[in-house]
């Protein structure tokens, strides 16, 4: 049995991407931690951005899924950590730089959220290695997961922003309150990207930006 290095595992997490913004999760360095035993049991230490986080499941279960993905990978293990607190100066440089670049004079104009109907655009594609890639128009791909790719494609050009909360709200099992806040900054992201537009709202994607790139 070969030796599995915490590089590997590092390696298979950049292909894991945040549920909220599309930067692979070591980028944003959510990744504290990575300990590999003798018989290659994985055992990783990472954080979120908030400690109210609603997707804290969903980024679990997908960071135990790349670790698996590993060849010769024993048993895994994921802790969630709340120390040292997360902050943007634990990002890697090209992820600040891809936030900051979305947050530009390039951005789209600010949505009108009581008459929105967000309208996804683009396509879906699944790589070899089985992640998942929205590309937009321009020909940018954007590494996603899938609770991102349901979101996508529930923006279908007829449901208000709010009827898109109470959907995921429901899919993911969490209070409407409690994710609100990260489905309006979702759409934004989405939006920036050039993979959803509003009707009647110009659109002005940053066809500069490459997100999510491993």
């Given at each position: ?5 915490a590089?590997?595992v590092?390696d298979?997490?950049r ?6 913004i599309?930067?692979?999760i070591?980028?944003?360095g ?12 994985v055992?990783v ?21 790349y670790?698996?993905?590993v060849g ?6 994921v802790?969630?950590?709340w120390?040292p ?6 990002m ?5 730089e ?7 004079a390039n951005?789209p ?10 309208q996804g655009?683009g396509?879906?594609?699944?790589q ?6 929205l590309?937009?128009?321009?020909d ?6 899938q ?14 922003i709010t ?6 709200a429901?899919?993911?099992g969490y ?12 759409i934004?992201?989405?939006r920036?990207?050039?993979l959803?537009?509003?009707?009647g ?9 490459k997100?999510?790139?491993?």
């Amino acid at each position: 049995m070969g030796t599995v290095s915490a590089k590997a595992v590092e390696d298979s997490l950049r292909q894991c991407m945040d549920p909220e913004i599309p930067i692979n999760i070591v980028d944003m360095g959510l990744i504290y931690g990575i300990d590999v035993d003798d018989a290659n049991n994985v055992n990783v230490k990472m954080t979120m951005t908030t400690r109210g986080c609603p997707l804290h499941d969903t980024l679990v279960q997908d960071a135990t899924r790349y670790i698996k993905k590993v060849g010769g990978v024993g048993e895994v293990k994921v802790d969630v950590v709340w120390e040292p607190p997360w902050s943007m100066e634990r990002m890697s440089k090209e992820a600040r730089e891809t936030l900051k670049g979305m947050g530009n004079a390039n951005t789209p104009a600010p949505i009108d959220y009581e008459r929105a109907l967000p309208q996804g655009t683009g396509k879906l594609v699944k790589q070899e290695d089985g992640s998942l890639a929205l590309i937009n128009d321009h020909d940018q791909a954007f590494m996603v997961n899938q609770a991102i790719v349901d979101f996508w494609k529930s923006c279908n050009g007829a449901r208000k922003i709010t009827e898109l909360v109470d959907l995921f709200a429901k899919s993911t099992g969490y209070e409407r309150g409690q994710i609100e806040k990260e489905v309006i900054q979702l759409i934004e992201q989405l939006r920036g990207g050039g993979l959803i537009n509003i009707a009647g709202a110009p659109d002005a994607p940053n066809v500069d930006l490459k997100l999510g790139s491993s």
